[in-house]
């Protein structure tokens, strides 16, 4: 009996191997998105607390001084967050993207493992065909010998 070879095997092995890539830089994404998450979270906190920290001078006295650099500190913390704003819509841009290529793998994948089963199936059938002819031989031997 013939072992049975999927003549496209070696495009399935490359198409897992392509999803597993996908799921890998899937990962990496998202890991990187959480990370510049982290970053605009930790700007908001420092930017609160230099507002904390500005709000109980102003119960005390305040210097014009104070308040030039305070300004100067909440501008720069606004546009560190809206720059890191930026840099999680990118990313987050760059997950959905991964994610699409990620499907359209998982899909690819999907079909040729398909056309396996329909190949194992077609595969098994013959050599069903094959058995019950070489059965028929045998018993119509037998039937003439007797």
């Excluded at 392509?18 to 959480?34: G, P, R, S, T, V």
């Excluded at 607390?49 to 006295?61: Q, R």
């Excluded at 199936?121 to 070489?134: A, L, T």
């Amino acid at each position: 009996m013939a072992k049975f070879q999927f003549r496209l095997n070696n495009v399935l092995n490359i198409k897992e191997k392509f999803e597993e890539q996908k799921k890998m830089e899937l990962y990496q994404a998202n890991q990187a998105l959480n990370v510049e998450k982290e970053k605009l979270s930790t700007l908001i906190k420092l930017r609160d607390k230099n507002n904390d920290i500005f709000k109980n001078k102003v119960e005390k006295t305040v210097k014009i001084r104070d308040i030039r650099e305070h300004n100067k500190t909440c501008d720069f913390y606004n546009k560190s967050i809206v720059g890191q704003n930026d840099e999680i819509e990118k990313a987050s841009n760059q997950v959905d993207t991964i994610r699409s290529e990620l499907h359209m793998a998982l899909i690819e994948k999907k079909i040729y493992e398909k056309l396996k089963d329909h190949a194992l199936e077609q595969y098994c059938m013959e050599q069903n065909i094959s058995e019950q002819k070489v059965v028929d031989e045998i018993v119509s031997y037998k039937y003439r010998v007797q």
